[in-house]
């Protein structure tokens, strides 16, 4: 994996783990890349001082000062490992609305990766993603990996979702995007690849039930042979050059929502990373394909990451 070069790894509190560490070292190693540090501080500068300034003489000041001065040893401690292995380490301590700060420092500095951890749910089964992962994986433009704590140092299995549409040009960039990192995740680690894509026949529980357009059984079902013949060709189609480039290959095409569809698929496999898209077309900017893959998120037990079609634009500026 060539890909990334200027990766940002965001070490909050409630999200930092080995794993992520370690997934950052490797990436960094693999690419030739450098990392930069950060964590936020949900105040704008000076603000602290002013909620402190009814402290007597300049103590105000100095409460601030601390706070980012243990902020910055904090951020000292966590880059001593990555240091130690030969990475060009930087290190910066944000100020103000975490992912709104986290997405300037992107649009700033180029980086072309967000490295997170993602706080685990106590009384769920489920991650659980905070809002600023949430805003995130919406408008963060570009890729977002959110790193579940895992006991395994490797994965042993990655899963690609993806809609291809060749007649699409931005998703069908975007399915390549999802295909080369999944490809190139599941070679480093020698995982199973698991690529999965939802069809169905829109209308069909209309053309089924309905007294006013109601087919007849033979014909619903040529309509959906059609319908999944197409999608069949359509996979075949964004599949066929990475055969060979994984482990062991594995392609899904199942009939049913890709809300229900991926969730279900990626629990029953014991999937540890789903590579998926966030954003279905450039003009909306930080919207999720309905409540497709908010609706995947809240149900998946595994670590995310999340691509952007080509020429998406954050709406933070």
Not at 217 to 243: C, F, H, I, N
Request: charged share 25%; hydrophobic share 40%; proline share 5%.
């Amino acid at each position: 994996m060539k890909r990334f070069k200027n990766i940002l790894l965001v070490c909050d509190e409630d999200g930092l783990h080995d794993d992520l560490i370690g997934r950052a070292i490797w990436l960094a190693k693999s690419n030739g890349a450098r990392i930069e540090i950060v964590d936020t501080i949900s105040a704008a500068p000076g603000e602290l001082a002013r909620l402190y300034g009814a402290l007597p003489g300049s103590r105000a000041h100095d409460v601030e000062f601390a706070v980012l001065e243990f902020q910055r040893e904090r951020l000292a401690s966590i880059a001593g490992p990555i240091l130690s292995e030969g990475i060009e380490v930087g290190q910066n301590v944000l100020q103000g609305v975490p992912f709104v700060e986290i997405i300037r420092k992107v649009l700033r500095d180029g980086n072309d990766l967000v490295l997170k951890g993602a706080p685990a749910d106590p009384e769920g089964p489920f991650p659980l993603f905070a809002s600023t992962d949430m805003h995130l994986l919406r408008k963060c433009p570009c890729p977002v990996w959110l790193m579940k704590k895992s006991r395994r140092r490797r994965f042993a299995r990655i899963l690609a979702a993806v809609d291809p549409d060749p007649d699409d040009r931005q998703r069908d960039s975007m399915n390549t995007v999802i295909m080369d990192l999944a490809t190139s995740l599941a070679a480093r680690d020698e995982a199973e690849l698991h690529v999965v894509n939802a069809w169905r026949l829109e209308g069909e529980s209309t053309l089924r039930h309905s007294g006013f357009a109601r087919v007849a059984e033979e014909e619903l079902d040529r309509l959906l042979e059609d319908r999944r013949t197409q999608s069949e060709g359509k996979l075949d189609a964004l599949v066929g050059p990475y055969e060979g480039l994984a482990k062991n290959l594995r392609v899904h095409l199942v009939k049913g929502e890709a809300k229900d569809v991926v969730p279900s698929l990626a629990n029953n496999q014991r999937t540890d990373l789903i590579v998926m898209g966030t954003v279905a077309r450039t003009g909306i900017s930080g919207l999720f394909i309905g409540n497709t893959a908010e609706a995947i998120l809240n149900h998946v037990n595994c670590s995310i990451m999340a691509v952007k079609p080509p020429g998406f634009e954050t709406p933070v500026q």
